[in-house]
């Protein structure tokens, strides 16, 4: 039988009808005139067989079930890739975060160099000198900062933009620092475990 | 039904419970369609598990009107299918096939237990020659019991396609059978129907 499949091959108008067939979408009529073709054809009707025999073998095959302990090895699985994200997520804030914070701390830079440069003069000069040069390098200092605090509140007044970004500043802040206790925490766990193991 | 959409919304919501039952419901079949895929035990655990780690990310883009073992072994199948891919052989012969490395064991076993041995292997063997996307409606159709457009939805793909790729599939099959049975391999249908006592 199997030579025969190879020897001569089905006619072809026949062939896909047999698959059809045997999924049980071929019409009535047709089917009949492939049980009659079937009859005078030998190579259709070996083909026709070993199909069938293919077919017993897959129908009668059954589902394989995973081993046990599938459903916790997956849920295990998940929690390993969501903490991950979680992490990736977290890493990606405190990079976006650190870039937004340089300018700042660049603007920021001026003004703290000036009150360190007074504090330097301060300490070299005769003490006669001390007390006035520290109460004027004082007021500089809270004329300084209380102008810089009434620029921001302008600029946040004025301009709607600078409150986005201020917002989002502060939004970069707290997810950091949501990340850094994740990542803290995560970093103790292990040991904790341990202790308990 | 009621209750799977009950889970599919809690699941939703992020009730990882609710997801471990719509794990433990499709488990089987999730698992079968790796194994028939990719052949062995441990890729098939693989496969399984990812395609539902999938499932969970993809969550929301399930159509509840779609039926959700077609959603999810459409995602279990395509992610078997870029697998075999990305394993640079589609077709090998039954020459180059392993040897079997699923759950069979060393030890004797009873009659019975190595007809369905031998048998596993013989439709391992077969559907080893088939190419993916050849093998996923095969299985669909077999294992499954899906019509044409259930197979057809699960592959995205219409239903005429998915007449030729069975129709294809089967003469393939067919000569693998064939070739088998010539080259007297141990794994065919003929030496399962030996060990049945002729059948």
Known sequence: MTSNVQASKPCPQFSEQMSLALDHQLGAAAERELREHLRTCDACQAQWDALQRVERLFTTAPLISPPAGFTARVSARLVRRESRQHIVFGALSLVVGALILVPVALASAGKIVRPLYSLYLLMTTPAAWRGLFVITELLSLVESVLNALRLTIVACIRSPGVMVCLTYNLAVLVLTALWLRVLIGRLLRPVSVLRQA | ?199
């Not at chain 2, 197979?151 to 067919?174: C, D, Q, W």
């Not at chain 2, 249908?189 to 060990?195: E, P």
Request: charged letters at 25%; glycine letters at 4%; one cysteine or more.
């Open chain 2, 1 to 199: 039904m009621e209750q799977e959409q009950v889970w599919i919304q809690q699941a939703l919501r992020g009730d990882k419970e609710a997801f471990t039952r719509l794990i433990e419901a499709y488990q089987t079949p999730v698992y079968n369609l790796a194994y028939r895929m990719l052949g062995n035990a441990q890729e098939a655990e693989d496969a399984a598990q990812e395609a539902f780690i999938r499932a969970y990310t993809r969550l929301r883009t399930y159509d509840p009107t779609r039926k959700f073992a077609s959603w999810l072994l459409s995602i279990a199948s395509h992610y078997c299918i870029d697998r075999l891919r990305r394993r640079r052989f589609n077709l090998i012969s039954l020459e180059e096939l392993p040897p079997w490395q699923g759950i069979a064991s060393e030890r004797p076993q009873p009659e019975e237990r190595l007809i369905e041995n031998q048998k596993r292997d013989a439709v391992q063997s077969l559907l080893a020659t088939l190419p993916p996307h050849y093998r996923a409606p095969i299985i669909l159709r077999y294992w499954y019991d899906f019509s044409y457009r259930e197979i057809a939805e699960v592959m995205n793909l219409t239903e005429s396609a998915i007449k030729s790729r069975l129709h294809r599939a089967r003469e393939m099959l067919v000569r693998a059978a064939s070739q088998a049975d010539e080259d007297k391999m141990p794994t065919t249908i003929g030496a399962v129907q030996t060990a049945r006592g002729g059948g």
